[in-house]
């Protein structure tokens, strides 16, 4: 069990951190969006005072979003890596996903059977990518929406887009709460809270979390 949260003010984003520190201690990743559209990403192994989040928040600045995830290991024998951590990279799209995906094997064998890297969430920001590449008048929904239905198993997902600069989020059996007013989201419930739908891709505009697509969801786990 995983967690991923988000929000635009600093305050509520230490809240939501410290409610989902109970739902991964293995590693800890914070992230703030600045205003030219960076995503600066800080990793740590284990979880991190909130003290500390606070004082590099505020060293931040002004930032437009700020977003996490706390890890849970999915197995006993893992050891921290840099490289295995949330979020994951692959040119435009970074994304921190809670879940599991159960055909793994499969979507690495479709899309790069050379594929190193033993964290199933590594592959999305990949398959994203590959859609884009693979149809060029492909816009970023459709891609998010084409690869999201090629997952099976479950997910809770932030997605940033930073030749867009846009941020998505989506869900298929994995909690995912939010108050779509304040741009603030959760793995965790927390107050004035809702459930958002699964199998709708989201993004998060100055008017909120506005519904953009939809995609298959196939989970045998919901919730």
């Known amino acids: 069990m995983c967690g991923i949260f988000g929000a635009t003010e600093q305050e509520q984003f230490l809240t939501l951190y410290e409610l989902n520190q109970k739902r991964g201690n293995f590693a800890t990743s914070i992230c703030f969006l600045s205003r030219s559209g960076d995503l600066h990403i800080h990793r740590w192994n284990s979880v ?18 700020y977003v996490g995830h706390t890890q849970a290991p999915t197995s006993s024998k893992r050891k921290y890596a840099p490289e295995t951590a949330h979020p994951f990279n692959t040119q435009n799209y970074t994304i921190a996903h809670n879940g599991v995906l159960t055909n793994f094997k499969e979507l690495k064998e479709m899309f790069d059977p050379k594929w190193k890297n033993p964290v199933d969430s590594s592959i999305i920001p990949f398959i994203c990518t590959m859609y884009e590449e693979e149809f060029p008048d492909c816009q970023n929904v459709e891609a998010i929406t084409n690869s999201l239905s090629k997952l099976e198993g479950t997910f809770g997902l932030w997605i940033y887009d930073s030749a867009q600069n846009t941020m998505f989020l989506a869900r298929c059996g994995s909690t995912l709460f939010a108050d779509k007013i304040s741009n603030t989201f959760s793995s965790a419930k927390f107050k004035g ?20 697509g939809m995609f298959d969801c196939d989970s045998p786990f919901f919730t």
């Open 48 to 65: 991190i005072e909130t003290a500390h989040i606070k004082k590099i928040l505020k060293d931040s600045g002004d930032s437009l979003l």
């Open 193 to 212: 809270s809702e459930s958002l739908e699964e199998g709708c891709l989201y993004q998060l505009t100055p008017e909120g979390i506005t519904a953009v």
